[in-house]
């Protein structure tokens, strides 16, 4: 069984689109991430959801708006895409409380292409 | 500001051939250091953490240790297998677990 998993794999769409990239976990954990890998493999966070309340929003656009439906999903949606966001998208998830605090798990990422 | 700096950018070995991987970090609180590892078109893949200085970590042919300021990731005997980006990150207290990346290390091992 897949761990964390992210659908689609590769997106291609055109400037001023909308589209949604969508995560689930089955690990249990409480806290799911976005990061977004650049052109140069630089990995940056983007937002993180602890049990569906948003904790980090780290001046992301607000084209860009994660929604968790429950604490095993949290799907990612942009607004009117630009050739800049292109770029690939990982979700990652960890359990994150004062007691237990695990590594995070990625899944295998979403490559946006913005044409 | 939290900030972590790999080195080398990329590494050419041959097989047998072992080396070093260094992170330097500055945060304000650790509450953790990670390595990872990604293959092309592959989610980071996770090695170790690291919680206080003085603490090493073992796997197979990788090492892993940790000091006030910087990481090593040893790799004795490397293997083409080994071949990756690898990536360290720290995790500063009480920011929600995100985790703070360097810029990784392309390594590369020739039979």
């Known amino acids: 069984d897949t761990a964390v998993s992210q659908t689609p794999k590769y997106l291609v769409t055109q400037m001023g689109n909308d589209k949604s990239i969508k995560c689930e976990q089955n690990?249990?954990?409480?806290?799911m991430y976005w990061y977004k890998q650049d052109s140069k493999k630089f990995l940056k966070i983007m937002f993180s959801?602890?049990?569906?309340?948003?904790?980090i929003n780290e001046t992301v656009p607000n084209r860009f708006s994660p929604k968790s439906p429950d604490k095993a999903h949290l799907n990612l949606h942009i607004n009117s895409l630009e050739l800049g966001d292109s770029a690939v998208y990982f979700c990652?998830?960890?359990?994150?409380?004062?007691?237990?605090?695990?590594?995070?798990?990625f899944g295998q990422g979403t490559r946006l292409t913005v044409v | 500001e939290d900030q972590v700096t790999q080195s080398p950018e990329a590494l050419r070995l041959q097989e047998g051939e072992s080396s070093s991987l260094n992170c330097s970090y500055t945060?304000?609180?650790?509450?953790?250091l990670f390595w990872y590892r990604q293959d092309p078109g592959k989610g980071p893949e996770f090695l170790f953490t690291?919680?206080?200085a003085g603490e090493e970590k073992e796997k197979e042919r990788l090492k892993a240790t940790l000091t006030k300021k910087e990481s090593f990731l040893h790799i004795t005997a490397p293997k083409p297998e080994d071949s990756a980006t690898y990536l360290c990150?720290?995790?500063?207290?009480?920011?929600?677990?995100?985790?703070?990346f360097g810029q990784g290390t392309e390594l590369s091992v020739k039979p």
């Open positions: 990652a998830s960890s359990q994150d409380r004062e007691d237990i605090y695990t590594e995070a798990f």
């Open positions: 690990l249990g954990h409480d806290t």
């Open positions: 959801y602890n049990n569906k309340e948003l904790i």
């Open positions: 945060v304000s609180g650790l509450r953790g």
């Open positions: 690291l919680y206080s």
């Open positions: 990150a720290v995790s500063p207290y009480n920011q929600g677990g995100k985790l703070i």
